[in-house]
């Protein structure tokens, strides 16, 4: 706010400068043309004179026959002008400057308020008003209105048709090929995706492959293991040392101690948590909704300074959840599918110990945690993904269409933006119809059994609805007032024309 209110001082005192600029040509064209009609006048007093001598010679028969030589100081006699009586009239004063030889921004800052001091430049006007002409001012106006506020939609029914259209198409998807983990027909792609994906980073890394017999990816799994080694993966409550928590964690066993740890979160959150408990030999858990925090045994991270060792805690970070995404090497080599680890941000389920559900009362945060044993981790989160995003693509696709089709629109304004109201309505209407059709079917398959429906209930389409409801309610809200982001988008791209354009001149 300093640096925008120093360049708006700095853009005014340079429109006073024009303006007096300005001004100053207009005294010197109207003194210009004052010397002008004195000129003239003296010209005429002139000839008038030399006809009134004429007269006067002839008149008095006075004769010149021979050129009237006149040298030396006689020509300097006739041609000397007396400068003490020279005198000015209306003289017009030399114009204010603002710079000399300022090499920095602050010294040139320095000028600027010396300047308004000196010519009494006010710089609390609002300097739109005085910087841009009334024209320009009407048409910035016109284009904030049209580009940059909220505004409402105003769909027709053939938009929400389509956008109907397109959430029950992905509400079937994900009722048929997603369902409940280990189930479905996606869920099992998306496992065999991750497995592979773990295998490829392994070979990365020089993983050579499994021994006879034994799994592939359990193989895999176990070389990332070794090689990305953390000091939080207690996996026992009441286990003492490296692998329990000594009764300080409740209900913590190898299925569920990568949601209750909060540095296997895959987000921000966990990697917040993954380097502080490296750096500090601790492990963090969530438990009954409260962060409980162990310490460890002696943990070094490899790095000779304190950026090298964030990198390295980083890195193992990142190569951990490789070693964990698929499930334990253990477990994937008894034939089972193993417990990953959480979907982004699920891990902050724990903290809502609210409500009582099912037979045994439990509070929200253990129905979460129960759910997670039951396989909805990760790998299922991308199953999950698969409808939302084909609703998300459908609909913007058939807006475009529409737009170009049925408005007859260009291409170039087809472009599928969610600052559209229109489409950012039929958004709306298309995950509210995925999120119906996934929860009336959750709600009839479950039985009135919640951990049964909160596995087959969608947790990103759910997530997404809320965004752009979230949208929705704000542009409702905010109808005709400035769009701070779509505003901060138009002077990004301003922005990147001008250094574009400059560097272009430079090369």
Same mark, same amino acid.
């Given at each position: ?175 048929? *090929?997603?369902?409940?983990?280990? %189930?479905?027909?996606?869920? /099992? ?5 991750? =497995? !592979?994906? $773990? +295998? ?27 090689? *990305?080694?953390?000091?939080?993966? %207690?996996?026992?409550?009441? /286990? ?5 928590? =000594? !009764?300080? $964690? +409740? ?27 490296? *750096? ?9 909704? /409260? ?217």
């Amino acid at each position: 706010m300093k640096n925008d209110k120093r360049i708006t001082d700095s853009l005014l005192v340079q429109k006073h400068q024009q303006l007096a600029s300005q001004k100053k040509i207009g005294e010197i064209r109207s003194g210009i043309k004052d010397l002008k009609i004195v000129r003239s006048e003296n010209l005429n007093k002139i000839d008038d004179l030399e006809s009134e001598i004429d007269a006067m010679l002839s008149a008095e028969g006075i004769v010149f026959d021979e050129a009237l030589h006149i040298e030396g100081a006689g020509i300097d006699s006739l041609t000397k002008v007396d400068e003490d009586k020279i005198y000015f009239e209306n003289k017009i004063s030399a114009l204010d400057s603002v710079v000399g030889n300022i090499d920095d921004w602050d010294s040139y800052i320095f000028s600027i308020k010396a300047y308004t001091r000196r010519n009494n430049v006010d710089l609390n006007v609002d300097p739109f008003q005085v910087l841009m002409t009334e024209s320009q001012r009407i048409d910035i106006n016109k284009r904030i209105q049209d580009e940059l506020t909220y505004k409402k939609a105003s769909c027709d029914k053939y938009d929400y048709m389509l956008a109907g259209t397109c959430g029950m198409i992905a509400g079937l998807i994900d009722i048929v *090929f997603v369902g409940t983990p280990k %189930q479905g027909i996606l869920g /099992k792609k998306t496992d065999e995706a991750v =497995d !592979g994906a $773990v +295998k490829q980073f392994a070979k990365v890394l020089g993983w050579k492959g499994p021994k006879a017999d034994r799994d592939p990816t359990a193989s895999a799994i176990g070389f990332l293991e070794g090689k *990305f080694k953390v000091n939080y993966d %207690q996996t026992h409550t009441y /286990k003492s040392g490296k692998m329990g928590t =000594d !009764g300080l $964690v +409740k209900n913590l066993y190898p299925g569920n101690h990568h949601v209750k740890s909060l540095a296997h979160s895959p987000d921000l959150i966990g990697l917040f948590f993954s380097i502080l408990n490296q *750096f500090n030999n601790t492990s963090t858990f969530v438990s009954d909704g /409260k962060l409980v925090t162990i310490d460890t045994e002696t943990f070094e991270l490899n790095g000779g300074n304190f950026i090298a060792k964030i990198f390295a805690g980083f890195c193992n970070w990142f190569g951990h959840l490789l070693s964990d995404v698929a499930g334990s090497s253990g477990a994937r080599g008894n034939e089972s599918r193993g417990s990953g680890i959480p979907m982004p941000f699920y891990s902050l389920l724990q903290f809502l110990e609210v409500g009582e559900f099912g037979k045994h009362r439990d509070s929200f945060a253990k129905v979460s945690v129960k759910v997670f044993e039951q396989g909805y981790d990760f790998r299922h989160g991308v199953a999950l993904a698969i409808p939302v995003l084909i609703s998300e693509l459908l609909t913007r696709v058939c807006w475009a269409f529409k737009q170009r089709f049925y408005h007859r629109q260009d291409w170039i304004n087809c472009v599928p933006s969610a600052a559209v109201p229109e489409l950012r309505r039929m958004l709306l209407v298309s995950h509210g119809t995925l999120c119906l059709v996934d929860g009336v079917d959750a709600g009839i398959k479950s039985g009135g059994d919640v951990v049964q429906f909160m596995l087959r209930a969608n947790i990103l389409a759910w997530a997404r609805l809320g965004t752009v409801a979230t949208k929705e309610v704000i542009s409702l809200y905010k109808a005709g007032s400035l769009d701070i982001d779509a505003a901060n988008e138009y002077l990004d791209r301003e922005y990147e024309k001008m250094i574009g354009k400059n560097n272009n001149q430079l090369f």
